[in-house]
């Protein structure tokens, strides 16, 4: 199983990226898609999920309104739009699959470095 980050890179607050997963290896559409992302000396954080099909879409309080998570179970494809990003979204944000066949299973990416400036 291969989950390959990219999209992430330094920004001016205000501004926007989009954050790419391309995930292999997997049953992608039943598996629930999410987005986690750690800053330095901080616990990791759930950014936003995307149940398995993208039935469901949950996100962090902080990022509400901001950041849309999607997914093309066509392509084995996760995304997430950030908008108006601050200062304090400043992470590293990791693609995460977890699912069920048979046994639980959850894989992590490695991650992309989102830098916002202020």
């Known amino acids: 199983v291969q989950l390959l980050e990219s999209g992430g890179g330094l920004v001016q607050s205000g501004e926007s990226l989009k954050l790419s997963c391309s995930a292999s290896?997997?049953?992608?559409?039943?598996?629930?898609m999410n987005w986690y992302r750690q800053a330095p000396g901080k616990e990791r954080e759930l950014v936003a999920a995307?149940?398995?099909?993208?039935?469901?879409?949950v996100y962090g309080d902080s990022v509400k309104g901001r950041f849309t998570i999607s997914r093309d179970n066509t392509k084995n494809m996760l995304y997430l739009q950030m908008n108006n990003l601050q200062v304090e979204d400043t992470a590293v944000y990791y693609c995460?699959?977890?699912?069920?066949?048979?046994?639980?299973?959850?894989?992590w990416g490695e991650g992309s470095q989102v830098t916002v400036s202020s």
């Open positions: 995307s149940s398995d099909a993208g039935a469901t879409n």
């Open positions: 290896g997997l049953n992608f559409v039943k598996s629930a």
């Open positions: 995460n699959a977890f699912g069920e066949v048979g046994i639980l299973y959850e894989y």
